[in-house]
Nanobody
Framework: QVQLVESGGGLVQTGGSLRLSCVAS????????VAWFRQAPGKEREFVGG????????YYADSAQGRFTITRDNPKNTVYLQMSSLKPENTAVYYC?????????????????WGQGTQVTVSS
């Protein structure tokens, strides 16, 4: 059974940066599409960005484009979400999700494996 564990969240000021990590155990990321989602209080879980295993292609939501970057370290079974120029509206619990398909889905229900989430709080 694949387990995902996120880390790296915390409190940061507006304009600051954070790097989130997602480590997989019980499986491998080398043949998985991995995505990041976030959920703010009272809001639905939303897609942030994803990385396809077979092409290395990455795709980002408009809100993340240009400020967030997803990278992989397959030998370490780790996927990173580097976030910069953070804004208060980026405050949310951030989740990584994985699936064996090659395409990057933006719908959360298409991912089979989820981490427990890590809290990111951006102060104004």
């Amino acid at each position: 059974q694949v387990q995902l564990v996120e880390s790296g969240g915390g409190l940061v000021q507006t304009g600051g940066s954070l790097r989130l990590s997602c480590v997989a155990s019980g499986g491998t990321f080398s043949r998985a599409t991995v995505a990041w989602f976030r959920q703010a209080p009272g809001k639905e879980r939303e897609f942030v960005g994803g990385s396809s295993w077979n092409t290395g292609y990455t795709y980002y939501a408009d809100s993340a484009q240009g400020r967030f970057t997803i990278t992989r370290d397959n030998p370490k079974n780790t996927v990173y979400l580097q976030m910069s120029s953070l804004k208060p509206e980026n405050t949310a619990v951030y989740y990584c999700a994985a699936d064996g398909t090659a395409s990057i889905a933006t719908q959360s229900n298409l991912y089979n494996y989820w981490g427990q989430g890590t809290q990111v709080t951006v102060s104004s």
